[in-house]
């Protein structure tokens, strides 16, 4: 980290495209709410619409619907308006200036490395987006345009925050500032990585064709119970200690899961349901998944049916986050020579 003293902030966002899911919740919503009502930061988190464009365009009016859906999701999930700035991205164009910048800044084999741009250009990297390659970069401005000191991600982005931090770090050397910080990583919770219920070697994930696969955000109490009473297990009882659940992913995945939804680790869990078979656990982590989750899609469902409340939250967001977000700009541009 710099020497310069920032002031502690949280940033990080979700692309909106559709499908809200338990692993969405449990990954980062869920700690989003957390890291608000600590009050150890200010939180600012972000529906990344121009992220989503950057695989492939989208359809103008399922964009839209989705980024809404998110911001739903956001507030039905505990992130409070009050207390937090919700945003979508697009609105503020502070993000998309300063990445102009991070683009001159960031070199072409750093992009070349990163693993996502690799998994999703595949051998088609001829025919992929400008964008697609470049987007690490507007990640970076996402977060350096707030000056963001923590950011909670899942592993598969903490190579791109290893970047932000590089293009961080190249911008104020060769400029002889200490102007932007080095953003930390902030990984840890008992499920930040939730795996299918059908294969619990693969990911949750809204593209899987089984809905039986993974619980929606937008599920009632009966489809969760359902889903999870469903659920892939192993014969074996569960164990006491956590080297039991070696080599056994799905009964680690629903370990996980009853422990991030209840606030424990996951040796609290095994604790207490050590030596129960899966006909006992199962009917427990669905009462619980129901008790945390439904109250979430019954709240995501009324905030739907007013869109016109959603845009307002957003657009006040937006002039909140303008207000940060400027000024890093205006000395951005000063630092690199531009006049204005």
Not at 72 to 89: C, H, M, R, T
Not at 175 to 201: C, H, K, N, Q, W
């Amino acid at each position: 980290m710099t020497d310069t003293q920032f002031t502690p902030r949280v940033f990080s966002g979700i692309q909106p495209s559709g499908g809200l899911t338990l692993g969405n919740y449990l990954g980062a919503m869920k700690r989003f709410v957390d890291m608000q009502d600590e009050g150890s930061y200010q939180t600012i988190y972000c529906m990344v619409d121009l992220h989503a464009i950057t695989a492939k365009l989208q359809d103008p009016a399922t964009l839209r619907h989705n980024t809404r859906e998110l911001a739903a999701g956001f507030i039905a999930a505990g992130v409070d308006p009050q207390k937090s700035i919700l945003i979508n991205q697009s609105q503020v164009p502070e993000h998309a200036q300063l990445a102009w910048i991070f683009n001159c800044v960031a070199r072409m084999g750093w992009m070349g490395r990163m693993t996502q741009w690799k998994d999703k250009a595949g051998k088609n990297a001829e025919t992929a987006s400008l964008g697609l390659f470049a987007y690490p970069a507007l990640m970076a401005a996402d977060i350096l345009i707030y000056h963001a000191t923590h950011v909670p991600v899942g592993e598969d982005q903490k190579q791109h925050l290893e970047l932000t931090r590089d293009i961080a770090a190249k911008f104020n050397h060769d400029y002889g500032v200490d102007f932007f910080p080095l953003t930390e990583p902030v990984i840890e919770g008992a499920a930040t990585r939730v795996m299918s219920l059908r294969d619990g070697s693969k990911k949750m994930s809204k593209s899987d064709p089984s809905d039986a696969s993974r619980i929606n955000l937008t599920d009632d109490a009966d489809t969760i119970a359902k889903k999870i009473r469903k659920a892939k297990t192993d014969p074996d009882a569960l164990p006491s200690e956590i080297e039991g659940l070696k080599d056994r992913p799905e009964a680690r995945n629903l370990v996980n899961i009853y422990a991030a939804l209840n606030d424990q680790t996951v040796e609290q869990v095994l604790a207490e349901v050590g030596g129960q078979q899966f006909g006992t656990f199962k009917p427990l982590l669905a009462d619980l998944a129901v008790a945390k989750m439904s109250p979430i899609s019954t709240r995501m469902a009324e905030l739907m049916a007013d869109t016109a409340e959603i845009d307002r939250i957003l657009a006040n967001g937006a002039t909140q986050a303008r207000e940060i977000t400027a000024p890093i700009l205006r000395k951005t541009y000063d630092i690199v020579g531009m006049v204005g």
